[in-house]
């Protein structure tokens, strides 16, 4: 391209930023700009050039390779929801852990962080780590995605819904509780997934958290047992939970210490911070 007709270039990727807003390509791959392109004039040799600009100039974001986001500055264009970024990001994708107990409103604290559920099979991109950061993270703009991979027997219990414009996966209430007792660490702590089952106690659907948390695994199972009876919900409704074999006590927290008095109805080692003397 020479310097002539790099202004006029400059000024048709800015009408295709309009055309793929028009559309409603908030997000958009590079077969799609190829295909918007002629509509405004650019030809397909200057495409990869324009985008490239584009991005220079912030009126697109690189979210991997080949996948773009119209930037949240551009005037007019109604932002991509972090949560719809995400599921261009990777997929299997849902919206889960801290970001889901948020969405769900079992938290009034909004985490910084964006949390992903996806499985170890999945491509992740890392390209844009910030530092600091775990591997599995990845900063799109201001806004770091973490990845919490899980093997893909154990991807379920997500549903869709709407946020804003954008469809996109959420786990539901039961997995996203679930979540918490196996990774506290990414709900805040684990006193604040307590909190999220007080929250949630109401609309808790406990028919289906007892079949998700045997799914998940005896560990999971007697955590909930030990939380759902703490709430004082029947004896009746938690005998499945209670009558699974397990070989030793698992302790409550996963990220406390082994420290506590033994809870041998649940096998649970009650290593709540405030249960430990001393």
């Not at 930037?71 to 109604?78: F, K, L, Y």
């Not at 599995?136 to 995605?145: H, K, L, P, Q, R």
């Not at 549903?159 to 996966?169: F, I, L, P, Q």
Request: charged residues 25%; contains cysteine; positive net charge.
């Amino acid at each position: 391209m020479t310097a002539g007709t790099r202004p006029k270039q400059s000024l048709v990727g800015i009408e295709l930023v309009r055309l793929l807003a028009f559309e409603g390509d908030r997000i958009f791959t590079m077969d799609r700009a190829r295909e918007l392109a002629p509509r405004v004039g650019l030809k397909d040799a200057y495409l990869a050039e324009s985008l490239y600009h584009l991005r220079k100039n912030n009126w697109i974001v690189s979210l991997r390779r080949g996948l773009h986001a119209l930037s949240p500055t551009v005037p007019g264009v109604a932002a991509a929801h972090e949560f719809e970024i995400a599921m261009a990001l990777v997929d299997p994708t849902a919206i889960s852990h801290w970001s889901a107990m948020h969405h769900h409103g079992l938290t009034e604290q909004v985490p910084r962080d964006v949390f992903v559920l996806t499985t170890t099979g999945a491509w992740i991109p890392r390209s844009r780590v910030k530092q600091g950061h775990a591997s599995g993270s990845s900063a799109v703009g201001d806004t770091t995605y973490r990845f919490v991979q899980i093997r893909p027997d154990r991807f379920f219990g997500d549903a869709k819904v709407w946020v804003g414009d954008a469809r996109v996966s959420v786990t539901d209430l039961e997995r996203t509780l679930l979540d918490g007792l196996s990774m506290p660490q990414h709900c805040g702590d684990f006193a604040e997934v307590i909190h999220a089952f007080r929250v949630g106690m109401e609309r808790l659907d406990i028919e289906r958290i007892t079949a998700y948390a045997i799914r998940l695994g005896v560990t999971t199972a007697k955590r909930l047992g030990w939380v759902l009876d703490a709430q004082g919900v029947p004896p009746a409704k938690l005998a499945k939970l209670r009558a699974l074999p397990i070989k030793g006590y698992r302790t409550l927290d996963p990220t406390g210490p082994r420290r506590g008095p033994c809870n041998r109805r649940w096998m649970i080692q009650e290593n709540l911070r405030g249960m430990i003397a001393g």
